[in-house]
């Protein structure tokens, strides 16, 4: 058994193993019989355990054991375990005396004595409780960093794959570089930017690809990368593509060769050719696009969002006296503080604030200038075009000032004005009314009236009357579409009071004015200045944006560039100009193109000369277009082109034929009102409010002189041409048109025997207050009309007379020979009845026979019409439709059914009209039963009927499917009295006759169409009521 045991005597000395033993305070070592009883106990055991020597000795080791532990027998085989190996070892939970818990390290040891019998254990138990906490935190925290050890080599082979195709993929080429900058890694996205790859581009250095001018660049960037590790260094310049041409690359190199992981010099590149051609043509763009900013007769500033200057034209400085650099980052209203709270400033902030254009015109004091402005706003300030408009405004005023005197006498202006009583009803219209419409729209009813404007505009107009009708005294502006008489929707607008409560008016008063051509003008402007707000965000459709033609030309006055509105001016005017005249000469185009004559095409070509010469700093010329059929004015300025490099000029072409007219028309206005006065038909005399002659036309004057003996003079009162008799009846006249009425009536004079008749007109002349300043009186000749009134009557009379004797000698034609033809007829049967013996001539007895039938049918058939005509004075009332379609089949039962006829009605769009209930009965009759009698071999016969408004008449059609009629033979005679065109059919060819009279006796009108073998359909149209 040596090995397996440890003698007493060999291990120690009794007494010094008690000693130790019994020093150790941290270890429990005591001694266990063979049977597991405790025999010895230590100051550690007691410290560990919580038992007294006293209270432990003599009992079981099991105490010390959980019961699992107890109930597998733990105790036992420990022991057994030591017996076999001599010293056995185990951790596990411990019972202490308390009953707590805690993790301890054991050791069994066999004690034998010196003849080798088992005296017992030795068992040393250490407290490793902290010690297990901490061994199994570190067990756990192994676990925890094995699993995000997995997780992380997981997710970044995951992210190397996403990064490998990432570099595959990607736009910009990738490639890796050793310290000699020789490739180590290219990406496939490499290939696709400058066409080598892996292998092609092996054979080439880095400095052999790059551009002859680049070279000495990238020397000096192959040294900077190369002594500064880790910082990323940005390069723009050219290399060689696999196709030979040179592609502009941008580059970012980052030395990376002390990185372990990277161990390479790593460059992102990509190819940016498109990008540096489009940064040059911008720029060239730019320069050309502000030299024709210089050049143009607008001034134009850019506004930041906080209203300082970032650009400012040399023509605003011009309009300003100021120099344009010097508005540069300024306050726009600090510079011109008046002009805080005017349009201007309301226009630029609406402009800004709601981000849309805004078009408006200002007078601004301290620079005594009127001043168009158009405000486009973008998300960086706004871009404003400021025409100076003080010309043609003191044009506009010199003509409203000319105009003045004559705008009274014609209704103060061409405004339309009515007023319109609380329910809508009109009680007054200015004659320019009907002369804008081309109708009376005091005839129409408010059902009408509506039904004239634009269907986008009559709820805003409703809305509009009602909110002014219940605001007295507010002004409140509108503008509106209605229809004239030819169809067309014309723009009107003006302004409408509440003037209800004024006792003179009692009505709401609308000013308006026919703004079409106005409205077409400015959807054109609008349309162009959108043009220059977009071309304002992108520079290079500025120029096109413009609505001048702009043209660019060299020194030898070929174009080299043009605007978008000179290529819509050629496409416009079909000139069949190649490229839109680019390298072609300007000057042969102009002449075809601006309709420019030979004179002033002579005189243009010298000015561009002197311009591109520097011999004038501009020029400018006006003519008169010489095109066919236009008549237009235009300018055109040339100026010359900044550019360092080659001489050239920039030159506008200027529709100016407004301000043309604008002159013409200042001109020839007094003229031509003042021709108006005098060559119109009516005698005018224009009274102050004391009824004083203040003017009057020539035929006014002759008048007087010829109808009272008395000359007119300004400053004479009206009374004294007038009789005596007539001065109450006058002034009854006039206090009605103080009200506003017009007073209309007709008088006569006798002149030299002869009686002459006048329409006689006054109104009343009101100021912008409505208060009467004056009258207008006309006098209208109106005696030819009265005569042919007179003329007209008189022959009515005779033709009624007339008529009237035609209809006794048709009556006594059909009725009076009607009883010798009755005798004849029985003669004639007599003479049949005699036997052949008695009468020889047999055929001639017949013959007289057949004759005197046809007489009688002929006088039946006389009597008839007769009939239909003195019918037309018969009642009218009201038919229904559809009960008439029965009153007529059960009248023609036998034909309806021996021929199975279908008869289908619909009147649902009208089922009863006012009529003469027996004319209509004869039409559906006629047209029914021909229907049927003229119905196809193979078909039976379907009868269609069917009503239809339309306006103030009611269309019936008849719809068949019979035999039909050749028209193209048979139209010109359709209607015509014994007409017939089937000879298979009875009839007398009296029946569409009787259609057609009886249709035409009520007001209407027949129509038929027919297609042989197809079927006819007859229109009936009749009035309405």
Same mark, same amino acid.
């Given at each position: 058994?040596?090995?397996?045991?440890?003698?007493?005597?060999?291990?120690?000395?009794?007494?010094?193993?008690?000693?130790?033993?019994?020093?150790?305070?941290?270890?429990?070592?005591?001694?266990?019989?063979?049977?597991?009883?405790?025999?010895?106990?230590?100051?550690?055991?007691?410290?560990?355990?919580?038992?007294?020597?006293?209270?432990?000795?003599?009992?079981?080791?099991?105490?010390?054991?959980?019961?699992?532990?107890?109930?597998?027998?733990?105790?036992?085989?420990?022991?057994?375990?030591?017996?076999?190996?001599?010293?056995?070892?185990?951790?596990?939970?411990?019972?202490?005396?308390?009953?707590?818990?805690?993790?301890?390290?054991?050791?069994?040891?066999?004690?034998?004595?010196?003849?080798?019998?088992?005296?017992?254990?030795?068992?040393?138990?250490?407290?490793?409780?902290?010690?297990?906490?901490?061994?199994?935190?570190?067990?756990?925290?192994?676990?925890?960093?094995?699993?995000?050890?997995?997780?992380?080599?997981?997710?970044?082979?995951?992210?190397?794959?996403?990064?490998?195709?990432?570099?595959?993929?990607?736009?910009?080429?990738?490639?890796?570089?050793?310290?000699?900058?020789?490739?180590?890694?290219?990406?496939?996205?490499?290939?696709?930017?400058?066409?080598?790859?892996?292998?092609?581009?092996?054979?080439?250095?880095?400095?052999?690809?790059?551009?002859?001018?680049?070279?000495?660049?990238?020397?000096?960037?192959?040294?900077?990368?190369?002594?500064?590790?880790?910082?990323?260094?940005?390069?723009?310049?050219?290399?060689?593509?696999?196709?030979?041409?040179?592609?502009?690359?941008?580059?970012?190199?980052?030395?990376?060769?002390?990185?372990?992981?990277?161990?390479?010099?790593?460059?992102?590149?990509?190819?940016?050719?498109?990008?540096?051609?489009?940064?040059?043509?911008?720029?060239?763009?730019?320069?050309?696009?502000?030299?024709?900013?210089?050049?143009?007769?607008?001034?134009?500033?850019?506004?930041?969002?906080?209203?300082?200057?970032?650009?400012?034209?040399?023509?605003?400085?011009?309009?300003?006296?100021?120099?344009?650099?010097?508005?540069?980052?300024?306050?726009?209203?600090?510079?011109?503080?008046?002009?805080?709270?005017?349009?201007?400033?309301?226009?630029?902030?609406?402009?800004?604030?709601?981000?849309?254009?805004?078009?408006?015109?200002?007078?601004?004091?301290?620079?005594?200038?009127?001043?168009?402005?158009?405000?486009?706003?973008?998300?960086?300030?706004?871009?404003?075009?400021?025409?100076?408009?003080?010309?043609?405004?003191?044009?506009?005023?010199?003509?409203?000032?000319?105009?003045?005197?004559?705008?009274?006498?014609?209704?103060?202006?061409?405004?339309?004005?009515?007023?319109?009583?609380?329910?809508?009803?009109?009680?007054?219209?200015?004659?320019?009314?009907?002369?804008?419409?081309?109708?009376?729209?005091?005839?129409?009813?408010?059902?009408?009236?509506?039904?004239?404007?634009?269907?986008?505009?009559?709820?805003?107009?409703?809305?509009?009357?009602?909110?002014?009708?219940?605001?007295?005294?507010?002004?409140?502006?509108?503008?509106?579409?209605?229809?004239?008489?030819?169809?067309?929707?014309?723009?009107?607008?003006?302004?409408?009071?509440?003037? !209800?409560?004024?006792?003179?008016?009692? @009505?709401? &008063?609308?000013?308006?004015? /026919?703004? %079409?051509? *106005? +409205?077409?003008? #400015?959807?054109?402007?609008?349309?162009?200045?959108?043009?220059?707000?977009?071309?304002?965000?992108?520079?290079?459709?500025?120029?096109?944006?413009?609505?001048?033609?702009?043209?660019?030309?060299?020194?030898?006055?070929?174009?080299?560039?043009?605007?978008?509105?000179?290529?819509?001016?050629?496409?416009?005017?079909?000139?069949?100009?190649?490229?839109?005249?680019?390298?072609?000469?300007?000057?042969?185009?102009?002449?075809?193109?601006?309709?420019?004559?030979?004179?002033?095409?002579?005189?243009?070509?010298?000015?561009?000369?002197?311009?591109?010469?520097?011999?004038?700093?501009?020029?400018?010329?006006?003519?008169?277009?010489?095109?066919?059929?236009?008549?237009?004015?235009?300018?055109?300025?040339?100026?010359? !082109?900044?550019?360092?490099?080659?001489? @050239?000029? &920039?030159?506008?072409?200027? /529709?100016? %034929?407004? *301000? +043309?007219?604008? #002159?013409?028309?200042?001109?020839?206005?007094?003229?031509?009102?003042?021709?108006?006065?005098?060559?119109?038909?009516?005698?005018?005399?224009?009274?102050?409010?004391?009824?004083?002659?203040?003017?009057?036309?020539?035929?006014?004057?002759?008048?007087?002189?010829?109808?009272?003996?008395?000359?007119?003079?300004?400053?004479?009162?009206?009374?004294?041409?007038?009789?005596?008799?007539?001065?109450?009846?006058?002034?009854?006249?006039?206090?009605?048109?103080?009200?506003?009425?017009?007073?209309?009536?007709?008088?006569?004079?006798?002149?030299?025997?002869?009686?002459?008749?006048?329409?006689?007109?006054?109104?009343?002349?009101?100021?912008?207050?409505?208060?009467?300043?004056?009258?207008?009186?006309?006098?209208?000749?109106?005696?030819?009309?009265?005569?042919?009134?007179?003329?007209?009557?008189?022959?009515?009379?005779?033709?009624? +007379?007339?008529?009237?004797?035609?209809?006794?000698?048709?009556?006594?034609?059909?009725?009076?020979?009607?009883?010798?033809?009755?005798?004849?007829?029985?003669?004639?049967?007599?003479?049949?009845?005699?036997?052949?013996?008695?009468?020889?001539?047999?055929?001639?007895?017949?013959?007289?026979?057949?004759?005197?039938?046809?007489?009688?049918?002929?006088?039946?058939?006389?009597?008839?019409?007769?009939?239909?005509?003195?019918?037309?004075?018969?009642?009218?009332?009201?038919?229904?439709?559809?009960?008439?379609?029965?009153?007529?089949?059960?009248?023609?039962?036998?034909?309806?059914?021996?021929?199975?006829?279908?008869?289908?009605?619909?009147?649902?769009?009208?089922?009863?009209?006012?009529?003469?209930?027996?004319?209509?009965?004869?039409?559906?009759?006629?047209?029914?039963?021909?229907?049927?009698?003229?119905?196809?071999?193979?078909?039976?016969?379907?009868?269609?009927?069917?009503?239809?408004?339309?306006?103030?008449?009611?269309?019936?059609?008849?719809?068949?499917?019979?035999?039909?009629?050749?028209?193209?033979?048979?139209?010109?005679?359709?209607?015509?009295?014994?007409?017939?065109?089937?000879?298979?059919?009875?009839?007398?060819?009296?029946?569409?006759?009787?259609?057609?009279?009886?249709?035409?006796?009520?007001?209407?009108?027949?129509?038929?169409?027919?297609?042989?073998?197809?079927?006819?359909?007859?229109?009936?149209?009749?009035?309405?009521?």
């Amino acid at each position: 058994m040596a090995g397996n045991y440890t003698p007493l005597s060999q291990t120690v000395d009794e007494q010094l193993f008690r000693l130790l033993v019994a020093s150790v305070n941290d270890c429990a070592i005591f001694m266990i019989d063979p049977n597991g009883y405790i025999m010895s106990w230590n100051k550690g055991a007691e410290n560990i355990k919580g038992y007294k020597e006293e209270e432990i000795i003599g009992e079981h080791i099991s105490l010390f054991y959980p019961p699992a532990d107890i109930k597998n027998n733990v105790p036992r085989n420990n022991l057994n375990e030591a017996l076999k190996k001599g010293t056995h070892y185990d951790e596990g939970y411990r019972v202490k005396k308390d009953g707590s818990m805690f993790w301890a390290s054991v050791s069994f040891t066999t004690i034998y004595n010196e003849n080798g019998h088992l005296v017992g254990f030795a068992k040393v138990t250490r407290d490793i409780t902290k010690d297990k906490a901490i061994e199994d935190k570190k067990t756990k925290n192994n676990i925890e960093l094995e699993r995000r050890l997995h997780v992380n080599s997981t997710r970044i082979i995951a992210n190397e794959l996403r990064f490998r195709k990432l570099i595959e993929n990607s736009y910009d080429g990738i490639t890796l570089l050793d310290e000699e900058f020789r490739i180590s890694f290219r990406s496939l996205s490499s290939e696709r930017i400058n066409g080598w790859n892996a292998i092609e581009r092996a054979h080439f250095t880095h400095l052999a690809l790059t551009h002859p001018d680049d070279r000495q660049q990238v020397k000096d960037l192959i040294a900077e990368v190369l002594s500064k590790p880790y910082v990323p260094i940005l390069a723009t310049y050219r290399t060689r593509h696999k196709l030979g041409h040179y592609i502009w690359i941008e580059c970012v190199y980052t030395n990376m060769l002390n990185d372990i992981n990277i161990n390479a010099i790593v460059c992102n590149f990509r190819d940016i050719t498109e990008k540096k051609l489009a940064d040059e043509e911008i720029r060239r763009k730019s320069e050309q696009i502000e030299s024709i900013f210089e050049r143009i007769t607008d001034g134009f500033i850019a506004l930041d969002n906080n209203f300082c200057y970032t650009y400012a034209n040399k023509q605003i400085g011009k309009m300003l006296g100021v120099q344009p650099e010097s508005l540069i980052g300024k306050y726009i209203w600090d510079l011109y503080p008046d002009a805080i709270g005017s349009e201007t400033y309301k226009a630029y902030n609406k402009a800004l604030n709601e981000q849309v254009y805004v078009c408006q015109e200002d007078y601004y004091a301290p620079l005594n200038f009127w001043l168009e402005n158009h405000a486009y706003p973008s998300s960086t300030g706004l871009s404003v075009f400021v025409r100076d408009i003080s010309e043609r405004k003191k044009s506009e005023l010199k003509l409203a000032q000319s105009e003045q005197r004559f705008r009274e006498l014609l209704e103060h202006s061409s405004d339309i004005v009515v007023v319109t009583a609380f329910d809508g009803t009109i009680t007054y219209i200015s004659p320019n009314a009907e002369k804008t419409l081309g109708y009376d729209i005091q005839k129409l009813s408010l059902e009408q009236r509506a039904d004239m404007l634009h269907p986008d505009d009559k709820e805003p107009y409703r809305r509009l009357f009602v909110e002014a009708r219940d605001n007295p005294g507010k002004i409140y502006d509108f503008t509106y579409r209605i229809k004239n008489a030819a169809g067309q929707y014309l723009w009107i607008e003006g302004t409408v009071i509440n003037l !209800l409560n004024v006792p003179a008016v009692n @009505g709401l &008063v609308t000013n308006s004015r /026919d703004v %079409t051509d *106005r +409205k077409n003008k #400015e959807r054109q402007i609008e349309a162009s200045h959108i043009q220059i707000r977009q071309a304002a965000e992108t520079q290079e459709s500025i120029l096109n944006a413009l609505p001048s033609d702009i043209v660019l030309i060299n020194e030898k006055y070929k174009i080299v560039a043009v605007n978008r509105s000179w290529k819509s001016m050629l496409l416009a005017n079909n000139l069949g100009v190649p490229n839109f005249g680019i390298g072609y000469s300007y000057l042969a185009i102009a002449e075809k193109a601006a309709g420019i004559d030979k004179a002033s095409a002579n005189e243009l070509t010298k000015g561009i000369r002197d311009v591109i010469d520097g011999q004038k700093k501009q020029f400018l010329i006006e003519y008169r277009s010489v095109n066919p059929g236009e008549r237009r004015w235009y300018l055109i300025i040339v100026a010359p !082109l900044d550019d360092n490099d080659e001489k @050239g000029a &920039v030159i506008s072409h200027s /529709d100016i %034929t407004a *301000r +043309k007219l604008a #002159e013409e028309l200042q001109t020839k206005s007094e003229d031509n009102l003042r021709s108006v006065f005098e060559n119109t038909d009516l005698s005018i005399v224009l009274f102050d409010s004391d009824l004083k002659i203040i003017s009057f036309n020539n035929n006014a004057k002759h008048l007087s002189l010829r109808n009272y003996r008395k000359k007119l003079k300004a400053g004479n009162t009206a009374f004294n041409y007038f009789p005596k008799r007539s001065k109450t009846d006058i002034k009854h006249i006039l206090e009605r048109v103080r009200q506003n009425d017009i007073v209309s009536y007709e008088t006569t004079f006798d002149v030299d025997g002869n009686t002459e008749w006048y329409d006689v007109k006054w109104v009343s002349v009101t100021n912008q207050q409505m208060e009467n300043v004056g009258y207008i009186l006309t006098l209208k000749d109106i005696t030819a009309k009265k005569r042919a009134e007179i003329e007209r009557e008189q022959i009515t009379a005779d033709l009624l +007379k007339r008529n009237n004797d035609l209809e006794q000698y048709a009556y006594i034609v059909s009725h009076n020979l009607r009883a010798p033809v009755a005798n004849i007829m029985g003669l004639s049967g007599l003479l049949n009845a005699l036997s052949g013996t008695e009468l020889a001539d047999r055929e001639t007895l017949d013959a007289l026979s057949t004759s005197i039938n046809n007489l009688d049918k002929v006088i039946g058939d006389l009597n008839q019409i007769l009939q239909v005509g003195s019918q037309v004075n018969n009642p009218t009332e009201v038919v229904s439709l559809s009960e008439l379609v029965d009153d007529v089949k059960a009248g023609n039962r036998l034909i309806v059914v021996t021929n199975n006829a279908s008869i289908n009605c619909n009147f649902d769009a009208i089922s009863k009209i006012t009529t003469v209930k027996s004319y209509l009965y004869g039409i559906f009759q006629s047209l029914i039963t021909n229907s049927i009698k003229y119905r196809r071999p193979d078909a039976d016969p379907v009868i269609n009927i069917s009503s239809e408004v339309n306006g103030p008449a009611v269309l019936i059609r008849f719809e068949d499917n019979g035999k039909g009629i050749d028209l193209n033979k048979h139209h010109a005679h359709l209607f015509g009295l014994y007409r017939r065109f089937d000879d298979q059919v009875d009839g007398r060819g009296i029946g569409l006759f009787m259609v057609k009279m009886q249709v035409e006796n009520l007001g209407g009108r027949v129509n038929v169409q027919s297609k042989p073998g197809v079927g006819t359909t007859f229109t009936v149209e009749l009035p309405l009521n």
